[in-house]
């Protein structure tokens, strides 16, 4: 059982940047791979990064060298730093946790990230 909660969204100009937090209880995090998705209008959710329970990422082709996910295990936190915001990258944002084993997935509430002038 992981109840995880997305902050750090919000409205931004194109160029920004935002730091988005997700914070878990119920479990311990280290033994996830945790991940960040977003679902625009009218879209399917997409990954957007992933962070493995030994630390590796990846990202999705869109966010290279704008986006970071980093994980600090000891505070049960998630996070994602978004530069160069594009007004693409506009949608909601869940935060993931995946036990590898049981393939299980727990997902956040979302926070919405909204790129515009």
């Known amino acids: 059982q992981v109840q995880l909660v997305e902050s750090g969204g919000g409205l931004v100009q194109p160029g920004g940047s935002l730091r988005l937090s997700c914070v878990a209880s119920g479990s311990i995090l280290s033994i996830y791979d945790m991940g960040w998705y977003r679902q625009a209008p009218g879209k399917q959710r997409e990954l957007v990064a992933r962070?493995?329970?030994?630390?590796?990422?990846n990202y999705a082709d869109s966010v290279k060298g704008r986006f970071t996910i980093s994980r600090d295990n000891a505070k049960n936190t998630v996070n994602l730093q978004m530069i160069s915001l594009k007004p693409e990258d506009t949608a909601v944002y869940y935060c993931?946790?995946?036990?590898?084993?049981?393939?299980?997935?727990?997902w956040g509430q979302g926070t919405q990230v909204t790129v515009s002038s």
């Open positions: 962070i493995t329970s030994g630390g590796s990422t």
């Open positions: 993931n946790a995946k036990f590898p084993i049981s393939s299980i997935n727990y």
